[in-house]
Nanobody, 122 residues
Framework: QVQFVESGGGLVQPGGSLRLSCAAS????????IGWLRQAPGKEREEVSCIGSIDGSTSYADSVKGRFTISRDNAKNTVYLQMNSLKPEDTAVYYCAADCTVVLAGGEYDIWGQGTQVTVSS
């Protein structure tokens, strides 16, 4: 089955850090641009970051720029999201999905993970 498996979520205090992992299952992610998205209760889904397939170029939503860092390790078939200086408004279920450059061209994400919960609270 082609899917992602996310991990690394949890409860963290404001100002803390978490590192999310997104492992590809059933396929090789080398040629896919991978996005991290999040959805909080009652809010629309938001793409927070995307990393390109060939040059590894990155993009970030303004809400996370300077705090989150996306990276990929193709040898491990995994994409990461390092989240620093976390705020309560970062609380959401975080998903990884492919392919964010297809989405930019008007397509849709068609490979998803089950998501991992991130809760930022004191």
């Amino acid at each position: 089955q082609v899917q992602f498996v996310e991990s690394g979520g949890g409860l963290v205090q404001p100002g803390g850090s978490l590192r999310l992992s997104c492992a590809a299952s059933g396929f090789t992610l080398d040629y896919y641009a991978i996005g991290w998205l999040r959805q909080a209760p009652g809010k629309e889904r938001e793409e927070v970051s995307c990393i390109g397939s060939i040059d590894g170029s990155t993009s970030y939503a303004d809400s996370v720029k300077g705090r989150f860092t996306i990276s990929r390790d193709n040898a491990k078939n995994t994409v990461y999201l390092q989240m620093n200086s976390l705020k309560p408004e970062d609380t959401a279920v975080y998903y990884c999905a492919a392919d964010c450059t297809v989405v930019l061209a008007g397509g849709e994400y068609d490979i998803w993970g089950q998501g991992t919960q991130v809760t930022v609270s004191s």
